[in-house]
């Protein structure tokens, strides 16, 4: 699953980077609201390049910040768990 320390980072406005396999969690839309990195050469780009590049940050941060609010934010989860219990309330 895509983490609670993730989910809490892209909350706060932190960029995130994650291995592939945290990423396997993510939800629908949102593989680019993370920047992947498996091998140490890679981590070091990924996040040298996010320290240089403040345009590139700042997308990253909205990315991720839209999808916490579109999938995880306390609203979310509401009007999800809303949906289950009606339909769980249709019956068979």
Same mark, same amino acid.
């Given at each position: 699953?895509?983490?609670?320390?993730?989910?809490?980072?892209?909350?706060?406005?932190?960029?995130?980077?994650?291995?592939?396999? =945290?990423?396997?969690? $993510?939800?629908?839309?949102?593989?680019?609201?993370?920047? *992947?990195?498996? #091998? /140490? !050469?890679?981590?070091?780009?990924?996040?040298?390049?996010?320290?240089?590049?403040?345009? =590139?940050?700042?997308? $990253?941060?909205?990315?991720?910040?839209?999808?916490?609010? *579109?999938?995880? #934010? /306390? !609203?979310?989860?509401?009007?999800?768990?809303?949906?289950?219990?009606?339909?769980?309330?249709?019956?068979?």
């Amino acid at each position: 699953s895509f983490g609670i320390t993730a989910l809490e980072s892209a909350a706060a406005g932190v960029p995130v980077v994650v291995h592939p396999w =945290a990423a396997e969690g $993510l939800c629908e839309g949102a593989e680019d609201a993370v920047c *992947r990195a498996e #091998s /140490p !050469d890679e981590w070091a780009e990924r996040i040298t390049t996010l320290l240089d590049d403040a345009d =590139a940050r700042r997308d $990253l941060v909205d990315r991720g910040r839209k999808v916490w609010q *579109r999938h995880y #934010s /306390p !609203d979310a989860v509401r009007a999800s768990v809303r949906t289950l219990f009606a339909g769980l309330s249709d019956g068979p």
